[in-house]
């Protein structure tokens, strides 16, 4: 499941104010508990990460030496 960044900022708002339920899409979804809700961010937050494109620059450097 792809998630999105509405999904992230549910979740750190229900986080932020100590609220266990979150809803978003029309749906809701109860956690048990504060440490549910925040491994649910860190799987979005993980998921979100992936769906960004390669923006991290590359480069090699040779190091040529004379014998």
């Known amino acids: 499941m792809a ?3 509405q999904n992230l ?3 750190e708002n ?3 104010t100590g ?3 979150v809803e978003y899409n029309g749906k809701r ?3 048990r508990s504060m440490s ?3 491994r649910a961010r860190d799987v979005i937050k993980a998921d979100l990460e992936k769906q960004k494109p390669n923006s991290t620059p ?3 450097v040779a190091i ?3 014998f």
Do not use: G, K, N, P
């Open 64 to 66: 040529y030496e004379r």
């Open 36 to 38: 549910d809700l925040m």
């Open 58 to 60: 590359r480069s090699s």
């Open 19 to 21: 609220t266990l339920s």
């Open 29 to 31: 979804v109860t956690y």
């Open 14 to 16: 229900a986080i932020a």
């Open 3 to 5: 998630f999105t960044q």
């Open 9 to 11: 900022d549910a979740i």
